[in-house]
């Protein structure tokens, strides 16, 4: 905050008329500089996007290039014939899914078991620790067989 005093208003108005033409002309210098810096620094870059538009150019030539076939099979018409044949693809691939689900099913009801279910009894007897667990139970079974035909009710 400025305060200037004066008792003289022809002063006063000199004055303030001084300051504030001072205060403008500070304030475009203020602006000036920034600019010149902000022109300073996008030319600094400059050389860099350029470069970087050259690069963008270059590849969007070689994907042209590389791609022309497909570009022109589009243009002359292609495309609907390659949406059809990938529809065609998708019923067919739904049509298998719908035949692997219900093959699914059945096997479901044909053992009793979930999916989950069934999945989990396929690790169990692939493990071979359950396995060796089994056939020790068996191999149990059969003992105590062969011993209930010599041995009374009274004396598993």
């Given at each position: 905050m400025v305060i200037y005093k004066t008792t003289d208003e022809s002063e006063g108005l000199i004055v303030t008329t001084a300051l504030m033409e001072e205060m403008v002309e500070r304030s475009r210098e203020i602006n000036i500089t920034l600019w010149r810096l902000v022109i300073d620094e996008i030319n600094k870059r400059l050389p860099a996007v350029l470069e970087e538009i050259r690069a963008a150019e270059q590849d969007l030539e070689q994907f042209i290039r590389r791609e022309q076939t497909?570009?022109?099979?589009?243009?002359?018409?292609?495309?609907?014939?390659?949406?059809?044949?990938?529809?065609?693809?998708?019923?067919?691939?739904?049509?298998?899914?719908?035949?692997?689900?219900?093959?699914?099913?059945?096997?479901?009801?044909?053992?009793?078991?979930?999916?989950?279910?069934?999945?989990?009894?396929?690790?169990?007897?692939?493990?071979?620790?359950?396995?060796?667990?089994?056939?020790?139970?068996?191999?149990?079974?059969?003992?105590?067989?062969?011993?209930?035909?010599?041995?009374r009710p009274d004396h598993p």
């Open positions: 497909a570009l022109l099979a589009i243009e002359a018409g292609q495309l609907p014939g390659s949406i059809v044949s990938s529809q065609q693809q998708q019923r067919q691939i739904q049509l298998q899914l719908e035949g692997i689900e219900a093959q699914m099913q059945s096997l479901s009801e044909q053992l009793g078991l979930t999916p989950e279910e069934a999945y989990a009894s396929a690790a169990l007897s692939a493990d071979p620790i359950i396995a060796d667990l089994r056939a020790r139970f068996y191999q149990t079974e059969t003992q105590m067989q062969l011993m209930s035909q010599d041995l």
